[in-house]
T-cell receptor, first 113, second 111 residues
Framework: DVKVTQSSRYLVKRTGEKVFLECVQDMDHENMFWYRQDPGLGLRLIYFSYDVKMKEKGDIPEGYSVSREKKERFSLILESASTNQTSMYLC????????????FGPGTRLLVL | GENVEQHPSTLSVQEGDSAVIKCTYSDSASNYFPWYKQELGKRPQLIIDIRSNVGEKKDQRIAVTLNKTAKHFSLHITETQPEDSAVYFCAAPHTGNQFYFGTGTSLTVIP
């Protein structure tokens, strides 16, 4: 059974802080993804990675960066948090083939004050 | 995502009735269409998917149909139960390993 975990379920940060969200998967998946989920907007892709040290921008990368130093771990970084980054952040992973199920983590609800 | 449109955004049905959610996509090369269910406070989970070489797939009370000519696919839930209440997302492939997700349908099954 695939397990995707995220470092925090809830986070409260202040404007301007640097924020790290971590995601770990235990199924040796090549692909990992970061989404944000907002009411009425669905799931929007921020960044994804198809291999260690590889990253690709998604639809809304502005204000975010990512790091993938190990295959099982994919980090999302908010360099200087802003109030409009208050959201639910979901990590997901999938196997190497393009048309594959994505397995999601439980989500991190981030509040930026 | 802008390349996948999902309707309706909210849907209420009486227990035992059927529910239908429809998604349209723009990329004619798309060939894999998953549906995810997200219960309140939980993570999205795959409930059914369809590949473009078939027109319909069923799994007990849920089914997905695909019309490649019209570029739309639909989720059908029959004999709805209160535990079907959730947000449902469709998705369609984007370039590389990406998917576009629909904006979600909040389904409420009224007992």
């Amino acid at each position: 059974d695939v397990k995707v975990t995220q470092s925090s379920r809830y986070l409260v940060k202040r404007t301007g802080e640097k924020v790290f969200l971590e995601c770990v998967q235990d199924m040796d998946h090549e692909n990992m993804f970061w989404y944000r989920q907002d009411p009425g907007l669905g799931l929007r892709l921020i960044y994804f990675s198809y291999d260690v040290k590889m990253k690709e921008k998604g639809d809304i990368p502005e204000g975010y960066s990512v790091s993938r130093e190990k295959k099982e771990r994919f980090s999302l970084i908010l360099e200087s948090a802003s109030t409009n980054q208050t959201s639910m952040y979901l990590c997901a992973s999938s196997r190497s083939r393009v048309r594959e199920t994505q397995y999601f983590g439980p989500g991190t609800r981030l509040l930026v004050l | 995502g802008e390349n996948v449109e999902q309707h309706p955004s909210t849907l209420s049905v009486q227990e035992g009735d059927s529910a239908v959610i429809k998604c349209t996509y723009s990329d004619s090369a798309s060939n894999y269409f998953p549906w995810y269910k997200q219960e309140l406070g939980k993570r999205p989970q795959l409930i059914i998917d369809i590949r473009s070489n078939v027109g319909e797939k069923k799994d007990q009370r849920i089914a997905v149909t695909l019309n490649k000519t019209a570029k739309h696919f639909s989720l059908h839930i029959t004999e709805t139960q209160p535990e079907d209440s959730a947000v449902y997302f469709c998705a369609a492939p984007h370039t590389g390993n990406q998917f576009y997700f629909g904006t979600g349908t909040s389904l409420t099954v009224i007992p």
